[in-house]
């Protein structure tokens, strides 16, 4: 499934594997004057490919290398003779996806990439008409990047930063690095937030901040309920109520206890 909208002068491709007419989960890539920000899920591939014909692909950004985020990347490149840029991190998974480790989940969802070839991101990528700026913003994973337009004010995120107050995680996530990602991220001058989701957001300074104020009273919440001898599950527990379908579906790899246990691991 795709839905394509314009915004200022960039193109969202939202994408989801459907299932009975409904979309799973949606996911984003966003085109703009030659450069691809993402590229969806394998399932979504053939789509967004079909969609991008009627224009040119110089080069194609991935914020990370998860499978959401670079399903397309091989027949982009196909098709388009693209040159892929990716933290150095990321590059073996991109190489190689059978090294991401994909759940049960995961592989509904989303299913694996082709292998493709990246290259490490430069500090700038100049296209005709505009000059991107490539940060370096660890947290939902340690390779993350975030490409900001200064003259547009336009951020692309990712999975950084897509709003809402986390009530689960995965194992892997990094809360100390997320939140000082955050902080340099609510320090520019955005007018647009282009995040994974697909669920753009304008003139987002504000959201960011309370997303900051939001984990950091959670960190001290569960930081002090540890401290009194209470157990992980005990602080879930207390903190969100019952796990939600979302652990369930997930086999347990988005929990609110591996939430409470990524804020503890990283205190």
Same mark, same amino acid.
């Given at each position: ?21 409904? %979309?799973?989960? +949606? ?32 080069? $194609? ?14 027949? $982009? ?34 299913? +694996? %990439?082709?292998?493709?070839?990246? =290259? ?8 005709? !008409?505009? !000059? ?9 994973? %340690? ?10 004010? +336009? ?14 995680? =995965? %194992?892997?996530?990094?809360? =100390? ?5 955050? @902080? =340099? ?22 959201? $960011? ?11 001290? !919440?569960? @930081?002090?309920?540890?401290? !009194? ?12 109520? @019952? ?25």
């Amino acid at each position: 499934m795709i839905q394509t909208e314009q915004i200022d002068s960039v193109i969202k491709f939202r994408l989801a594997r459907g299932f009975l007419g409904r %979309p799973a989960y +949606w996911t984003a890539a966003y085109f703009a004057d030659g450069l691809l920000v993402d590229t969806g899920c394998h399932f979504t591939a053939r789509e967004l490919c079909s969609a991008l014909r009627r224009h040119t692909v110089r080069y $194609i950004v991935n914020t990370h290398h998860h499978e959401d985020h670079i399903g397309a990347n091989a027949e $982009i490149v196909r098709e388009h003779g693209a040159t892929i840029y990716a933290h150095p991190l990321a590059l073996p998974y991109l190489r190689d996806p059978s090294l991401i480790g994909l759940q049960l989940y995961r592989r509904v969802f989303w299913g +694996w %990439p082709m292998p493709s070839e990246g =290259r490490e991101a430069p500090r700038e990528i100049l296209t005709e !008409r505009h !000059r991107f700026h490539v940060i370096h913003a660890p947290g939902h994973s %340690p390779d993350h990047l975030v490409l900001y337009e200064p003259n547009m004010g +336009w951020a692309f995120t990712g999975d950084l930063f897509i709003g809402g107050r986390d009530r689960a995680y =995965r %194992p892997d996530y990094d809360i =100390r690095a997320t939140l000082e990602s955050l @902080r =340099r991220l609510a320090a520019l001058d955005i007018s647009y937030l282009f995040p994974g989701s697909g669920s753009v957001r304008q003139n987002p300074r504000q959201e $960011i901040l309370d997303k900051i104020a939001y984990l950091e009273e959670l960190h001290e !919440r569960i @930081r002090q309920l540890h401290t !009194r001898g209470w157990d992980e599950k005990r602080i879930a527990r207390a903190l969100f109520g @019952r796990e939600g379908s979302l652990t369930y579906l997930t086999g347990g790899h988005f929990s609110s206890v591996n939430l409470v246990r990524v804020f503890l691991r990283d205190t």
